[in-house]
């Protein structure tokens, strides 16, 4: 479904990734690991065209996408929910979500969606009027993934989703990561929680400097003592 091939993205001078390949099929979960400044967000912006790589090539769903602007690529179906939000405070909750399906025409699609997140989300339903800057860090979690899935994505790029949330909500989060993908959306989920990414991922991939240093299986990279040593506090 998804491809890059030797993927080097820079920031002016800084070379942030060098040389990245990786796949994600159609109905996975396939996770991205690593410390900070492996070059997890990085690809993650590449992949829905904030950043454009420098050298190498991103495929979707057959068609070549790197160079492309970043909402052609969500009109394609790739959604990004980026780290730390970036909910627009200002708006309410309902305005958030319908911003998500600004690029969409078909109204009833839209409908649908909007009660699908609010079934995902019944927290969302309880706040529609309230501003998004009011909620507490774990709703605008919901809210961001909300807002991404309104584009009704084929994949959802995720990242960071657990970020500031207490333990509790984390798992409340993952859970709802599961049942989006059960529904039919493919994730590829950035996250530090390296052992709650593997734990509802079908693979991975760890990041080290911008390379790919470790991909496998989840329940093999679990089982890796590198991994366990690295990520999992093993």
């Known amino acids: 479904m998804l491809e890059l091939k030797n993927v080097h993205t820079f920031y002016g001078h800084i070379h942030a990734l060098k040389g990245i ?5 159609e109905g996975e979960i396939v996770t991205l690991i690593g410390s900070n400044g492996a070059g997890k967000t990085t690809t993650l912006r590449t992949i829905s065209g904030l950043l454009t ?5 991103i495929w979707f769903e057959g068609q070549r996408i790197d160079g492309l602007p970043a909402h052609k690529i969500t009109e394609m179906g790739i959604a990004h929910c980026p ?16 911003l998500g399906a600004f690029l969409r025409k078909d109204k009833d699609g839209i409908k649908e969606d909007f009660e699908r997140v609010l079934n995902l989300f019944p927290r969302l339903r309880e706040r529609l009027k309230q501003p998004g800057g009011t909620l507490s860090g ?7 993934i909300g807002r991404a899935l309104m ?6 790029l995720l990242d960071e ?3 500031g949330l207490a333990p509790i909500l984390v798992q409340q989060i993952f859970d709802i990561i599961k049942e989006i ?19 509802i991922a079908t693979r991975g991939y760890v990041l080290e400097t911008g390379r790919i240093r ?9 089982d890796s003592e590198e991994v366990k040593a690295a990520y999992l506090g093993g």
Not at 138 to 144: D, N, R, S, V
């Open 138 to 144: 774990g709703e605008q979690q919901m809210l961001a």
């Open 53 to 57: 790589p420098r050298e190498g090539e």
């Open 21 to 25: 390949s990786l796949t994600v099929e």
């Open 181 to 199: 993908n059960e529904q039919g959306t493919t994730v590829l989920l950035v996250e530090q929680n390296a052992r709650l990414a593997l734990s």
């Open 214 to 222: 470790l991909a496998g299986p989840a329940a093999e990279l679990m």
């Open 83 to 98: 780290e730390g939000r970036k909910i627009f405070g200002r708006l309410t909750v309902r305005e958030n979500l319908e």
């Open 151 to 156: 584009s009704r994505p084929r994949i959802l």
């Open 161 to 163: 989703p657990s970020m």
